[in-house]
T-cell receptor, first 117, second 112 residues
Framework: GAVVSQHPSWVICKSGTSVKIECRSL??????MFWYRQFPKQSLMLMAT?????????EQGVEKDKFLINHASLTLSTLTVTSAHPEDSSFYIC?????????????FGDGTRLSIL | GENVEQHPSTLSVQEGDSAVIKCTYS??????FPWYKQELGKGPQLIID?????GEKKDQRIAVTLNKTAKHFSLHITETQPEDSAVYFC???????????FGAGTQVVVTP
């Protein structure tokens, strides 16, 4: 079945560092990718929608200058958390939808746990 | 926008018993209702979904029902097993390729 891979699965870094998370669709071309954030024992909150070759659409309250999203190819989207602070520590999850996407469900990656010290 | 409420927040069942999780949604334009299972430290995994033109769908021990008039849908797991223990999320969207609005999640614990 369709597989979405995220890398890294876990990252720990110092406050002020920028961190890049990759989301890849392994066996299909993803025209749209979504980025979610999940705090402990909470639900998934959509951060942004990313379409290949165009600028991402951010949800209300999400700082686009802090969470940079690039969807340069049909198999790769990246989320960069710039100048990360402890409050950015969270579980970041991407999902992807393939070409010919009508009636196809979203496929989720296994998430990236980000810990900012 | 869409608002999805999910109950209960936790559910403990004995192995072999049934588990039912209920969700309500607010936007009558929503037409797609997936259910996800999330194990600790992993991303959500789609277990079943239903579209608004269908009232019920079943896949082995899992079934989903939808009442579009009342704007609620439910997940039914029969003959529960310890490996069913996880957090389950319902979601709603206008279509399967659109933005998903998730419920708050239900922690299911199946005790042997």
């Amino acid at each position: 079945g369709a597989v979405v891979s995220q890398h890294p699965s876990w990252v720990i870094c110092k406050s002020g560092t920028s961190v890049k998370i990759e989301c890849r669709s392994l066996d299909f071309q993803a025209t749209t990718m979504f980025w979610y954030r999940q705090f402990p024992k909470q639900s998934l909150m959509l951060m942004a929608t990313s379409n290949e070759g165009s600028k991402a659409t951010y949800e209300q309250g999400v700082e686009k200058d802090k969470f940079l999203i690039n969807h340069a190819s049909l198999t790769l989207s990246t989320l960069t958390v710039t100048s990360a602070h402890p409050e950015d520590s969270s579980f970041y999850i991407c999902s992807a939808i393939g070409q010919g996407r009508f009636n196809q469900p979203q496929h989720f990656g296994d998430g990236t746990r980000l810990s900012i010290l | 926008g869409e608002n999805v409420e999910q109950h209960p927040s936790t559910l403990s069942v004995q192995e072999g018993d049934s588990a039912v999780i209920k969700c309500t949604y607010s936007d009558s334009a929503s037409n797609y209702f997936p259910w996800y299972k999330q194990e600790l430290g992993k991303g959500p995994q789609l277990i079943i979904d239903i579209r608004s033109n269908v009232g019920e769908k079943k896949d082995q021990r899992i079934a989903v029902t939808l009442n579009k008039t009342a704007k609620h849908f439910s997940l039914h797991i029969t003959e529960t097993q310890p490996e069913d223990s996880a957090v389950y999320f319902c979601a709603a969207s206008m279509d399967s390729w659109g933005k998903l609005q998730f419920g708050a999640g239900t922690q299911v614990v199946v005790t042997p």
